[in-house]
């Protein structure tokens, strides 16, 4: 059965960085784009970041973009989060998704949380001030 499991998370302080890992098994993910999604308490998951099966694109919200950079590596099934100059609005669950698409997808299509059909369990991250 495919999976897909996050690590990496950890408490921070401001200004810090983490990298988070998302390891998957039981199938292989090359032509799914993979989703980094993150729930902090009393909110909605949101979308943070995604990057296309290819590897090609990638897509990030407003308050990540130039902080945390997305990649893949299909060879190893793996992709991975990095998150520098963290800020306490960063605090929160991060999954891991996966999704797929038939070539690239464009914007709302990859920051749909509904077409992300594979989620791991997610990893805390907490940045402290």
């Known amino acids: 059965q495919a999976q897909l499991v996050e690590s990496g998370g950890g408490l921070v302080q401001a200004g810090g960085s983490l990298r988070l890992s998302c390891a998957a098994s039981g199938r292989t993910f090359s032509t799914y784009a993979m989703g980094w999604f993150r729930q902090a308490p009393g909110k909605e998951r949101e979308f943070v970041a995604a990057i296309s099966g290819s590897g090609a694109t990638t897509y990030y919200t407003n308050s990540v973009k130039g902080r945390f950079t997305i990649s893949r590596d299909n060879a190893k099934n793996t992709g991975s989060l990095k998150m520098n100059s963290l800020i306490p609005e960063d605090t929160a669950v991060y999954y891991c998704?996966?999704?797929?698409?038939?070539?690239?997808?464009?914007?709302?299509?990859?920051?749909?949380?509904?077409?992300?059909?594979?989620w791991g369990q997610g990893t805390q991250v907490t940045v402290s001030s």
């Open positions: 998704a996966a999704a797929p698409f038939l070539g690239e997808p464009n914007v709302p299509q990859a920051m749909g949380l509904m077409r992300y059909n594979y």
